[in-house]
Every structure is written in C-alpha cells, then in structure tokens.
C-alpha cells in the first residue's frame, strides 16, 4: 500500500487502512479521488462499515483524533 500511494503526501496508510488529510471538504473530494485511483489498480473491496467521509473526530490506530478551526 505505502508503494501505492507513494507520492500521495496527504494520505497515510498503515497495511490496508487508509487516512486522508484535507483543510476543506472540496479538497477531500479532490484527494478521494486521487486515492482511489491509485488503488483501482489493486481492484480494492472497500469495508463500507469502515469507511468514514467528512468527519471531525475520529479513532485511527488506537489514537483519537479531533478536526477544527
């Protein structure tokens, strides 16, 4: 994965689980879609029970993160 999105400096991953940082919504999008074209090629099976869009707080490897001004 890290070979993947190498050159992706706004998304991190560590084995299959990917985060994305963004300032605003429409750079998310932007980036999204960036991610996932790289992975298009890996025909990746998203977990949608995993998949969080826009969200201000959120846990990722066991560390709390909360977004805002």
Same mark, same amino acid.
């Not at 070979?3 to 750079?27: M, R, S």
């Given at each position: ?5 190498? *050159? ?27 991610? +996932? ?23 990722? +490897? *066991? ?7």
């Amino acid at each position: 994965m890290d070979q993947v999105l190498k *050159g992706l400096l706004f998304a991190q991953c560590y084995i299959y689980d990917v985060i994305i940082f963004n300032h605003t919504p429409k750079e998310h999008v932007k980036h999204l879609q960036q991610v +996932l074209e790289c992975l298009q090629a890996l025909e990746p099976h998203l977990h949608h029970g995993k998949c969080k869009f826009f969200h201000g707080r959120f846990a990722y +490897l *066991g560390h709390m993160f909360t977004l805002g001004d």
